[in-house]
């Protein structure tokens, strides 16, 4: 195998952890700025087909890879985890921009993507593949719903919060299901990943699986409540012309 001698886990708080998340940031930064400013509606929206487009083939590029070299593994390597799976979808977002897909979308990306870039699960670091597209797929998604939410002014209802959520209980359910027939963990629905996270200060499992179930609500109003305020100040701004 190509890589099969480099490199240990990424360790929270190391370089390998920090300095893809600095450039990420003070990339999406530059690129939200100069959109939202200097760029017609037209390119923005490109801009942000071209997001998704990225985010897409840097997942699908290191499945091909994986298959080439022969260690695709039907039990650990499919896009089944959550990251994985919006950034199969969310080239029909960028280019549908589907408000309903923006209602899941941004809170699945916001409470568990942000989870996975500040508790990074890769086995693989500096320059294994596998860590080119964790980062790719995790801070572009980031990226993105920050893109829709400040450029192209999207944003979420208090209903959306409960949108999000039932549908997150059918992927819940289906990874179950593919979990039993495989003999996987896709969404870590059968044990604790291996790396550190915040799954550890819970009880083992099944039980942890429930405890976040009850932590998901108040976690996605959490996410919600600076835009209930704003969306409060906009509507008394337009009652107010």
Known sequence: MLYSLILDSVRIGSK???LPIGFAVLFATVLIIFSRYKLSYKYKVVVFQG???TVFLGLISYHVFKIYEGDYNFRTDLPLFLCSFMALVVPIFTFKRKYWMYEILFFWIIGGTTHGIITP???DGFPNPNYFRYWIVHMGLLTIIAYATVVLKMRPKFTSVFKSLIILQGYIIVMMI????LGSNYSYLNR?????SLLDYLDEWPYYIL????MVI???LLIYLPFHFLNKKARK?????
Do not use: F, R, T, W
Not at 178 to 181: M, P, S
């Open 16 to 18: 390998e952890h920090l």
């Open 51 to 53: 997001l998704g487009v």
């Open 121 to 123: 699960d890769i086995p």
């Open 178 to 181: 593919l979990n039993a027939i």
């Open 192 to 196: 604790k990943p291996n790396s550190a």
């Open 211 to 214: 405890e976040v179930e009850l």
């Open 218 to 220: 108040p976690y996605l």
């Open 237 to 241: 701004k337009s009652l107010s012309k």
